[in-house]
């Protein structure tokens, strides 16, 4: 079993930035796929982003490409996602996931782990 904790959420101004960090206990980290989502009011939860195990396969959603950077330290059990130039439709609940699939996956069902989720509110 995973158990998932994200922080580093908040307010942030309009082309300001943020990292958001999800560290996992279990010792299946180092070879799960992780990936991140947000969900905003009255919406489905989307995919952000997914990274493989050794850090060098990443997949993003088009709207966060060039934006966002996932990362992970299997040292720490720790995924990370650097968001930069964030805009007010980047304002969700953002969740950090785990599938031992080991494919970059979008859809959020195959995801077997998750996190409570952290707020990202981008004010104007």
């Known amino acids: 079993q995973v158990q998932l904790v994200e922080s580093g959420g908040g307010l942030v101004q309009a082309g300001g930035s943020l990292r958001l960090s999800c560290a996992a206990s279990g010792r299946t980290f180092s070879t799960n796929f992780m990936g991140w989502f947000r969900q905003a009011p009255g919406k489905e939860r989307e995919f952000v982003a997914v990274?493989?195990?050794?850090?060098?396969?990443?997949l993003y959603a088009d709207s966060v490409k060039g934006r966002f950077t996932i990362s992970r330290d299997n040292g720490k059990n720790t995924v990370y996602l650097q968001m930069a130039s964030l805009k007010p439709d980047d304002t969700a609940v953002y969740y950090c996931?785990?599938?031992?699939?080991?494919?970059?996956?979008?859809?959020?069902?195959?995801?077997?782990?998750w996190g409570q989720g952290t707020q990202v509110t981008v004010s104007t």
């Open positions: 996931a785990s599938n031992s699939k080991s494919a970059l996956l979008r859809l959020w069902k195959s995801y077997d782990y």
């Open positions: 990274i493989g195990w050794s850090g060098g396969l990443t």
